[in-house]
């Protein structure tokens, strides 16, 4: 299917694409577009990596001064602009060099789903979790990145049912107050996030506030005006609305289950491992919605129960009955690594069949030779 996206973000159009436009002049033409995708994905990955050596726990900022050495904080800001520079030129440097192809576009919006979630939690590391004086509760960070994830599932189930992807105002401004926050907590120290900003508002208050803000009552009814008017436009892709809803059931489930772990957990999960908690909620997350823009990209119908559920239910179950017991932080650590090793294994295979079936290398412009 020819892809179709539409940008009406003032900060995209008018501030940021004259910048990728000159950014791209510097791109040499033999350089794969994936490579450039993967590059970006690879500097958050390490960047997130880093910040975890030195606060495993979410708690490193949370004393005065920070524990967190500030050139951590300036190689976030630099990883952080890096990956937005690169995932905004990829799109332009295929067109440029005539290569764009379902893979490419699968390809980004595949590591962009995995990648929002490790955006999110790289920066609760700049606020501290909460320790009774200042910083944000993990049941916060949680609700945080839902909402995030929320809002991309949002744009990838629209598109799922116009054809079209319109892509979140919210998108541009997060990365950008992400390298400021990076900034900000370089120049100023984590005292900055520590101290009320506005009316005894701290800034992470205002933060939260505005995400949930932008995404009920501007991300979310912009959503649902699109397919609203792709309905009486009669272009949506889905005449029943069983399959037009069909791709929120697994995630809504996914939603529900690991909402019920963290309310019932008998050890309190989330506050033992957030960041391995976390973690999985991403990785869980992305694997589902991939499958969404498969089925999208292929005009298949999305199936209705993702398989990592079943395990999912499964642990859920074993812990709130308490059947796990001391073992729950053990059971949590075997099920993110089988997650994330199912995703890897899931993006390998499918990268591996489309570019055999389209002909292709993914990291390099040169032809395949058909045996």
Same mark, same amino acid.
């Given at each position: 299917s020819q892809y179709n996206a539409v940008d009406t973000n003032p900060l995209s159009v008018y501030i940021m694409?004259?910048?990728?436009?000159?950014?791209?002049?510097?791109?040499?033409?033999?350089?794969?577009?994936n490579l450039l995708t993967f590059s970006? #994905?690879?500097?958050? =990955?390490?960047? +997130? #990596? =880093?910040? &975890? #050596? +030195?606060?495993?726990? +979410?708690?490193? &900022?949370?004393? @005065?001064?920070?524990?967190v050495p500030t050139w951590v904080w300036l190689f976030s800001a630099f990883t952080t602009f890096c990956a937005y520079a690169l995932d905004s030129i990829d799109g332009k440097h295929a067109r440029r060099t005539q290569s764009s192809t379902p893979l490419g576009e699968l390809f980004d919006h595949g590591l962009d789903s995995w990648a929002t979630s490790i955006f999110v939690l790289s920066f609760f590391s700049v606020c501290s979790r909460d320790n009774g004086k200042t910083g944000v509760s993990v049941y916060t960070m949680y609700t945080y990145l839902s909402i995030v994830l929320f809002n991309f599932m949002c744009s990838h189930w629209e598109k799922y049912n116009t054809g079209v992807l319109f892509l979140p105002w919210g998108y541009d401004l997060s990365q950008v107050v992400l390298i400021a926050a990076y900034l900000l907590t370089s120049a100023l120290g984590v005292e900055v996030w520590q101290k009320p900003f506005l009316f005894g508002y701290y800034i992470t208050d205002i933060l939260v506030i505005l995400l949930i803000g932008f995404s009920l009552f501007l991300s979310f009814p912009?959503?649902? +005006?699109?397919?609203?008017?792709?309905? =009486?436009?009669?272009? =949506?892709?889905?005449? &029943?609305l069983y399959e037009g809803l069909l791709p929120l059931v697994s995630p809504l489930l996914l939603f529900i289950l690991l909402t019920i772990w963290v309310v019932l957990s008998p050890c309190n999960i989330l506050s033992k491992q957030p960041r391995l908690f976390l973690w999985m909620v991403g990785v869980a997350f992305s694997n589902v919605i991939c499958k969404v823009i498969i089925c999208q990209m292929s005009s298949t119908r999305t199936e209705l129960f993702h398989w990592f559920l079943f395990p999912l239910a499964l642990v859920v179950y074993g812990a709130i009955s308490g059947m796990l017991g001391w073992t729950e932080e053990g059971v949590l650590a075997v099920l993110t690594i089988l997650f994330t090793a199912a995703h890897v294994h899931f993006g390998v295979c499918v990268g591996k069949q489309? @570019?055999?079936h389209l002909n292709i290398y993914i990291f390099s412009l040169k032809k395949r030779v058909r045996e």
């Open positions: 694409q004259p910048i990728w436009n000159k950014i791209i002049k510097i791109v040499p033409l033999w350089i794969a577009p970006g #994905f690879v500097m958050i =990955l390490v960047n +997130y #990596f =880093l910040i &975890s #050596f +030195y606060d495993w726990d +979410y708690t490193a &900022s949370g004393t @005065s001064p920070g524990l912009q959503t649902l +005006y699109n397919i609203h008017r792709a309905h =009486l436009k009669k272009t =949506l892709k889905n005449d &029943s489309l @570019s055999e």
